[in-house]
């Protein structure tokens, strides 16, 4: 029994480490809507310099007091967030800042043209700051050849699991003679 434990617990293992590679988060590599305001230096990061319609994209929220020597830090306890394209709304909530971490959210934009993104940084439900801007979104692209790299990883890990499954559940056979 003790044995069966550690065989799942390593594939479980095994398989988050597969897929680790999927975790993308904006302030990497991307882009940034950077803004003084009111006092307020405000950095919205998004994970994509182009962004392509029907594609995921991470949005991150960070405002600081604009006073150098502040020690304040991060002023707000979380943001409302409002998508739209001309008059058309497409996303508006609430996102609230986590105990660690950044303040941020996936959203997939669902075809492509010019959006507005306009974010209200909250204190208690008090405003600090606002601050919009707009984003232009590509349109979706669709590609024709087969991803070999995630089908190889999905079939190595179906095969781990059903090895690892099957090893687990053997039953032994006896043996008539």
């Known amino acids: 029994m003790f044995m069966k434990k550690i065989i799942v617990t390593t594939l479980f293992l095994l398989v988050l480490l597969l897929q680790a590679h999927a975790a993308v988060f904006a302030h990497g590599d991307g882009v940034s809507h950077e803004e003084q305001k009111d006092g307020y230096f405000i950095d919205i990061g998004y994970d994509q310099e182009f962004p392509v319609a029907q594609d995921s994209l991470?949005?991150?929220?960070?405002?600081?007091?604009?006073?150098?020597?502040?020690?304040?830090?991060?002023?707000?306890?979380?943001?409302?967030?409002?998508?739209?394209?001309?008059?058309?709304?497409?996303?508006?909530?609430?996102?609230?800042?986590?105990?660690?971490?950044?303040?941020g959210f996936t959203y997939v934009f669902p075809r492509e043209g010019t959006y507005e993104v306009l974010a209200r940084f909250q204190n208690d439900g008090e405003t600090v700051v606002e601050t919009s801007f707009t984003i232009d979104v590509l349109p979706m692209v669709v590609v024709e050849k087969i991803a070999w790299?995630?089908?190889?990883?999905?079939?190595?890990?179906?095969?781990?699991?059903?090895?690892?499954?099957?090893?687990?559940?053997?039953?032994?056979?006896e043996v008539v003679v």
């Open 58 to 103: 991470r949005f991150d929220f960070v405002t600081y007091p604009d006073d150098k020597e502040s020690i304040k830090g991060e002023v707000f306890t979380d943001v409302w967030v409002r998508i739209s394209q001309e008059r058309e709304l497409f996303f508006s909530g609430g996102i609230n800042k986590p105990a660690f971490g950044t303040t």
């Open 149 to 173: 790299v995630s089908l190889v990883s999905a079939g190595s890990v179906g095969f781990v699991l059903g090895t690892g499954v099957g090893l687990l559940f053997r039953r032994k056979q």
